[in-house]
C-alpha cells in the first residue's frame, strides 16, 4: 500500500503546512493512542454494524423502500472516509461499501437514495431540508480520503462523477453547508478549477434570502447575512462552522484576503462570547442554534458533538492559513472535553449533545434500540439521527494530522502526546503522560543539516511553563531555533495542577459560580461521589482547590409556598464537606448520575 499523500486538509499555501498522518504516529498506551485503538476496534466496528440494522445501507441496494432521514446517505460516506484515514486494515469493508455507493450512481452522476424515484420527491425540490449537496459534499471528502490514502481508487471517480454532476446543473445552494469545503479539497486533489469555482459561488451566494423562509428564519440556514458581512457565527451551529470551514477553503485557494479576514472575525467573536467552557457550541435545543452573545447556560447545553468536530475543522484551517496557534488552543479544549466526553469506554454509545448541568440521574439506555430524543440525555448505541458517531469515527482515525505542522523552516508541535514526528527535517520522539502530567520531552531523532525551529505552542491557561527550565508567556508560540542533532531533547512543563475558572459575568446563566479546570481537562462534580443533591452544593473559593477535590457545603433548603425570599442564606446552615472532582470526559460511565461543571460560591 502506498504512503498517504496527506491528510484531509492540503491547502495550496498558508503560514504552515500539513503533515501526513504517517508523519505523525502515536505510540504506546497513551490517550489519544488508545482512543485511536477504540476507534478500530469499537467504534468502527459499531457504526458499521447499526448502519446495516437500521437499513440505512441497504438504502444504496434499494432506495424505492428507503429508511430513515433524507440525510442518511452521509454516515454511510463519513464511515467510509474514516475506514479510509484508519491505519487498520478495512480493504474490505472499503470495497463493498465503495462497490455498493458506486452501483447507486445514476448514469449522469446524481447519487442520493432519498430522491427521485417513485414516492420520493422529486431531485433538487427542498433546498432547505433535503441534505442533497450535503450528502455529496461528504462523498466528495469520502473520495478525498480515498485518492489520498490509494485505498479505493473507484470511490474518487464515483465522488467526481457526482461533483461534475453538480457543477453542470447547478442547483442552488442547499440549507445545510458541507460541499463548499469538499469541492475545494476535490480541486486541490484534482486540479480542476471547476470545483473551486462552484464552492466560491456557493459561499457567495449564501446570505441573500434565496431559500424558502422557515418558521427557524433564515439565520438558522446562514442565508440571512452575507460571509463577507456577518459578525459572528449564528444560527445552527454545525451548518455555521462547516460554512465557515469551507470559506476558508476558498478563501486560501483564491487569495481572497477580505473573506478569511471576515471569517476570523466572526470565529473570534463567538469563542469571546458564544463559546462554553467546554469548546462547545451551541446553546439552544430547539434550532440546535448558537445563542445570542453570553447566552451560556449550562443545564441548556446543547454543545454537539458534531459542532465540536466542525470546530476543529475550522480551527485547523485557521491555523493552517493564518500560522496563529492560539487556534490550537480551542481544538486541544474541545478534543479533550468534547470528542474524548462523547465516547463510551467500550466504543458502543455516544453522546449527541453535551450538557454541562444534568439535573436528574441520567437514564440506563438499552444497548439493542436506537433512541429517537438524540438533543440530549446519556449516552446511545444509536440515535434516530446518528450524524455524530461517524463524524467522531473520521476525526479520530485522521487526528495525527491534526496535531502537527511543518514549515520550510522546522516542525510546529500543537497538541501533546506520546508520538513519533517526522517533519520539516526534523525526526522526533515525543514522550509524554499529558494530560496527567504536565512534562513532555521532545527528542530528536534525526535532524537536516543546517539550522531547524521547533515550535512549541504554550496553552493560554499554562501560567508557569517552563521550556528547558526558563519561563515562557502562556498563550504564545515558543520557538526553539538550533543547529539540532541527534539527541538532543527539549523539555516543556505545562502546569497541570487544578485552577479555578470564573465566567465572564456578562453569562448571567453562571453569575456568582466558579469551575475547576486541570491542564486542558474540564472538571465536574458527579453525585455518585458526592453522595447528595448537587443543585445544594456551594463551595468555597477563597483557597485553590485541591489535587482532586473541592471544599464547601451542601445547603440545607426549607420547602416553602413561594420560591423567593427577601433574606436568608440556606448556606450558612449546611453541612461542611469536601467534595471529589472528576475529569468531565468521565462522567457518566459508572451508572446514572447527576452532575455539573459550574459550582456556586459560598457567600463570604
Given at each position: 500500500m502506498r504512503a498517504v499523500e496527506c491528510g484531509p486538509v492540503v491547502p495550496s499555501s498558508g503560514a504552515f503546512r500539513p503533515v501526513s498522518p504517517e508523519s505523525v504516529r502515536l505510540t504506546g498506551h497513551g490517550f489519544w493512542a488508545d482512543r485511536r485503538a477504540l476507534n478500530a476496534s469499537g467504534i468502527l466496528p459499531h457504526a458499521h454494524a447499526w448502519l446495516d440494522r437500521m437499513g440505512w445501507t441497504q438504502n444504496f441496494r434499494d432506495p424505492a423502500h428507503h429508511t430513515g432521514r433524507e440525510f442518511t446517505d452521509s454516515e454511510i460516506y463519513k464511515l467510509l472516509e474514516a475506514y479510509c484515514w484508519d491505519d487498520a486494515d478495512h480493504s474490505a469493508e472499503i470495497g463493498t461499501l465503495t462497490a455498493l455507493v458506486a452501483e447507486a450512481q445514476d448514469k449522469d452522476g446524481y447519487l442520493g437514495t432519498a430522491h427521485g424515484r417513485d414516492g420520493q420527491h422529486a431531485r433538487w425540490s427542498d433546498p432547505n431540508f433535503g441534505h442533497e449537496l450535503y450528502c455529496l459534499g461528504h462523498l466528495i471528502q469520502a473520495g478525498v480520503a480515498?485518492?489520498?490514502?490509494?485505498k479505493a481508487p473507484g470511490l474518487l471517480q464515483v465522488a467526481r462523477r457526482a461533483a461534475d454532476h453538480v457543477v453542470r446543473i447547478?442547483?442552488?445552494?442547499?440549507?445545510?453547508?458541507?460541499?463548499?469545503?469538499?469541492?475545494?479539497?476535490?480541486?486541490?486533489?484534482?486540479?480542476?478549477?471547476?470545483?473551486?469555482?462552484q464552492a466560491a459561488a456557493f459561499?457567495?451566494?449564501?446570505?441573500?434570502?434565496?431559500?424558502?423562509?422557515?418558521?427557524?428564519?433564515?439565520?438558522?440556514?446562514?442565508?440571512?447575512?452575507?460571509?463577507?458581512?456577518?459578525?459572528?457565527?449564528?444560527?445552527?451551529?454545525?451548518?455555521?462552522?462547516?460554512?465557515?470551514?469551507?470559506?476558508?477553503?476558498?478563501?486560501?485557494?483564491?487569495?481572497?484576503?477580505?473573506?478569511?479576514?471576515?471569517?476570523?472575525?466572526?470565529?473570534?467573536?463567538?469563542?469571546?462570547?458564544?463559546?462554553?467552557?467546554t469548546g462547545g457550541m451551541g446553546s439552544r435545543h430547539q434550532d440546535e442554534s448558537f445563542g445570542d452573545d453570553f447566552v451560556l447556560p449550562?443545564?441548556?447545553?446543547?454543545?454537539?458533538?458534531?459542532?465540536?468536530?466542525?470546530?476543529?475543522?475550522?480551527?485547523?484551517?485557521?491555523?493552517?492559513?493564518?500560522?496563529?496557534?492560539?487556534?490550537?488552543?480551542?481544538?486541544?479544549?474541545?478534543?479533550?472535553?468534547?470528542?474524548?466526553?462523547?465516547?463510551?469506554?467500550?466504543?458502543?454509545?455516544?453522546?449527541?449533545?453535551?450538557?454541562?448541568?444534568?439535573?436528574?440521574?441520567?437514564?440506563?439506555?438499552?444497548?439493542?434500540?436506537?433512541?429517537?430524543?438524540?438533543?440530549?440525555?446519556?449516552?446511545?448505541?444509536?440515535?434516530?439521527?446518528s450524524c455524530c458517531l461517524p463524524n467522531v469515527a473520521r476525526l479520530?482515525?485522521?487526528?495525527?494530522?491534526?496535531?502537527?505542522?511543518?514549515?520550510?523552516?522546522?516542525?510546529?508541535?500543537?497538541?501533546?502526546?506520546?508520538?513519533?514526528?517526522?517533519?520539516?527535517?526534523?525526526?522526533?520522539?515525543?514522550?509524554?503522560?499529558?494530560?496527567?502530567?504536565?512534562?513532555?520531552?521532545?527528542?530528536?531523532?534525526?535532524?537536516?543539516?543546517?539550522?531547524?525551529?521547533?515550535?512549541?505552542?504554550?496553552?493560554?491557561?499554562?501560567?508557569?511553563?517552563?521550556?528547558?527550565?526558563?519561563?515562557?508567556?502562556?498563550?504564545?508560540?515558543?520557538?526553539?531555533?538550533?543547529d539540532f542533532i541527534r539527541g538532543d531533547v527539549?523539555?516543556?512543563?505545562?502546569?497541570?495542577?487544578?485552577?479555578?475558572?470564573?465566567?465572564?459575568?456578562?453569562?448571567?446563566?453562571?453569575?456568582?459560580?466558579?469551575?475547576?479546570?486541570?491542564?486542558?481537562?474540564?472538571?465536574?462534580?458527579?453525585?455518585l461521589d458526592a453522595r447528595q443533591n448537587l443543585d445544594h452544593l456551594m463551595v468555597d473559593a477563597s483557597e485553590a482547590p485541591g489535587a482532586a477535590v473541592v471544599k464547601g457545603r451542601f445547603a440545607d433548603p426549607t420547602d416553602a409556598r413561594w420560591p423567593y425570599r427577601s433574606n436568608g442564606d440556606d448556606?450558612?446552615?449546611?453541612?461542611?464537606?469536601?467534595?471529589?472532582?472528576?475529569?468531565?470526559?468521565?462522567w457518566a460511565r459508572r451508572g446514572p448520575a447527576t452532575m455539573r461543571v459550574w459550582l456556586p460560591v459560598m457567600p463570604t
Open positions: 480515498a485518492a489520498r490514502t490509494g447547478d442547483p442552488g445552494i442547499c440549507g445545510h453547508p458541507e460541499i463548499e469545503t469538499a469541492l475545494v479539497e476535490l480541486y486541490r486533489v484534482t486540479g480542476d478549477v471547476r470545483y473551486l469555482e459561499v457567495d451566494r449564501r446570505g441573500h434570502r434565496t431559500l424558502p423562509e422557515h418558521e427557524f428564519g433564515w439565520t438558522y440556514f446562514l442565508d440571512d447575512t452575507p460571509v463577507r458581512d456577518a459578525t459572528s457565527l449564528r444560527g445552527h451551529a454545525v451548518r455555521a462552522l462547516y460554512l465557515a470551514a469551507g470559506a476558508v477553503d476558498v478563501a486560501v485557494e483564491t487569495g481572497d484576503t477580505e473573506l478569511l479576514a471576515a471569517v476570523v472575525r466572526q470565529f473570534d467573536h463567538t469563542l469571546a462570547r458564544r463559546t462554553y467552557l449550562p443545564d441548556r447545553a446543547y454543545s454537539e458533538t458534531c459542532a465540536g468536530v466542525a470546530t476543529i475543522m475550522l480551527a485547523h484551517r485557521l491555523l493552517l492559513a493564518t500560522g496563529d496557534v492560539r487556534y490550537g488552543d480551542i481544538v486541544e479544549r474541545i478534543l479533550y472535553n468534547v470528542v474524548a466526553t462523547a465516547i463510551a469506554d467500550d466504543g458502543r454509545a455516544f453522546f449527541y449533545a453535551h450538557t454541562l448541568h444534568q439535573r436528574t440521574p441520567t437514564e440506563f439506555v438499552p444497548a439493542d434500540r436506537a433512541q429517537l430524543r438524540f438533543g440530549g440525555g446519556p449516552r446511545a448505541p444509536f440515535f434516530e439521527v479520530l482515525a485522521s487526528l495525527p494530522a491534526y496535531l502537527v505542522t511543518s514549515s520550510a523552516e522546522g516542525v510546529q508541535l500543537h497538541q501533546y502526546a506520546s508520538m513519533d514526528v517526522t517533519a520539516g527535517g526534523l525526526t522526533l520522539a515525543v514522550r509524554t503522560r499529558y494530560p496527567d502530567d504536565g512534562d513532555v520531552a521532545i527528542e530528536v531523532r534525526r535532524a537536516d543539516q543546517g539550522e531547524r525551529v521547533l515550535t512549541l505552542r504554550i496553552p493560554a491557561w499554562a501560567a508557569g511553563a517552563t521550556v528547558d527550565g526558563l519561563p515562557v508567556e502562556p498563550g504564545t508560540a515558543v520557538r526553539v531555533r538550533r527539549v523539555r516543556l512543563h505545562l502546569p497541570v495542577t487544578p485552577r479555578w475558572t470564573r465566567p465572564d459575568p456578562r453569562i448571567d446563566a453562571v453569575r456568582g459560580c466558579v469551575a475547576v479546570e486541570a491542564g486542558p481537562l474540564v472538571m465536574c462534580v458527579e453525585s448556606c450558612a446552615h449546611g453541612t461542611p464537606t469536601v467534595v471529589p472532582l472528576v475529569p468531565y470526559h468521565r
